[in-house]
């Protein structure tokens, strides 16, 4: 006789960090197709979806409610989102190939890291006590460090869009600008560009220590 009190599939995915998780999904299309047309609706959508990114975790250990599928929903929602915000700057700022770049380490770091992750047999991305460097356990360890610091990105690629006032737009022009503009800017920006700076080589360490745990994966198999 089958065991009753096995979860079943739909349980799963209408845990409430799941559900939590299909919203994101609806605010992120509600807000890319109208990116152009209301900027500070967009503005909205896209910053409450990604502060529903720290309700679904709370969700999650508050009701015993944590899924693999929860994790990868979490993940791929977010770094979808990221990259579909860098390829709409690509398009506003020039050089573009600077947020095509940054795309591409963002979607790397992460795929690899939470490939890595099962292939050892760890049970979450985020276990990284085992890791040399110090930045990179920091960041993970803490929550608040690691909340700064996707905050900083996010916010940063969030202000650079209401910056623009074309598709031509310099990069550096519009920085420059609004760090002239008022004291209150430049303190902002100071603050969200260092952040920024902080998760973008947190990125790089992810993805050199997910390749490394991979390359380690074959060789001790070899043996």
Same mark, same amino acid.
């Given at each position: 006789?089958?065991?009753?009190?096995?979860?079943?599939?739909? #349980?799963?995915?209408?845990?409430?960090?799941?559900?939590?998780?299909?919203?994101? &999904?609806?605010? #992120?299309?509600?807000?890319?197709?109208?990116?152009?047309?209301?900027?500070?609706?967009?503005?909205?959508?896209?910053?409450?979806?990604?502060?529903?990114?720290?309700?679904?975790?709370?969700?999650?250990?508050?009701?015993?409610?944590? +899924?693999?599928?929860?994790?990868?929903?979490?993940?791929?929602?977010?770094?979808? /989102?990221?990259? =579909?915000?860098?390829?709409?700057? /690509?398009?506003?700022?020039?050089?573009?190939?600077?947020?095509?770049?940054?795309?591409?380490?963002?979607? +790397? +770091?992460?795929?690899?890291?939470?490939?890595?992750?099962?292939?050892?047999?760890?049970?979450?991305?985020?276990?990284?006590?085992? +890791? /040399?460097?110090?930045?990179?356990?920091?960041?993970?360890?803490?929550?608040?460090?690691?909340?700064?610091?996707?905050?900083? =990105?996010?916010?940063?690629? &969030?202000?650079?869009?209401?910056?623009?006032?074309?598709?031509?737009? /310099?990069?550096?022009?519009?920085?420059?600008?609004?760090?002239?503009?008022?004291?209150?800017?430049?303190?902002?920006?100071?603050?969200?560009?260092?952040?920024?700076?902080?998760?973008?080589?947190? #990125?790089? &360490?992810?993805?050199?220590?997910?390749?490394?745990?991979?390359?380690?994966?074959?060789?001790?198999?070899?043996?």
């Amino acid at each position: 006789m089958a065991d009753k009190t096995r979860t079943k599939p739909v #349980n799963v995915y209408l845990y409430i960090p799941n559900i939590i998780g299909y919203l994101r &999904i609806l605010m #992120n299309c509600v807000a890319f197709a109208v990116c152009f047309a209301d900027k500070k609706l967009f503005s909205l959508l896209y910053f409450v979806s990604f502060v529903c990114d720290a309700l679904d975790g709370w969700f999650a250990r508050k009701f015993n409610q944590a +899924s693999t599928f929860g994790a990868v929903l979490d993940m791929v929602t977010d770094r979808v /989102s990221t990259a =579909c915000l860098l390829v709409i700057l /690509s398009q506003v700022y020039r050089p573009g190939l600077v947020f095509l770049s940054l795309l591409a380490l963002d979607i +790397s +770091s992460h795929w690899l890291q939470m490939y890595s992750t099962f292939l050892v047999g760890k049970t979450s991305h985020k276990d990284v006590k085992d +890791s /040399s460097s110090w930045l990179f356990k920091l960041y993970y360890g803490n929550r608040m460090f690691m909340g700064y610091c996707c905050v900083s =990105c996010e916010v940063l690629y &969030i202000t650079l869009f209401l910056l623009a006032r074309n598709q031509t737009e /310099s990069l550096i022009d519009v920085l420059v600008n609004a760090a002239t503009t008022s004291w209150i800017y430049l303190v902002l920006l100071a603050l969200l560009l260092f952040g920024w700076a902080i998760k973008q080589f947190v #990125n790089v &360490i992810q993805m050199k220590t997910a390749a490394d745990a991979c390359v380690l994966y074959d060789i001790n198999k070899k043996q």
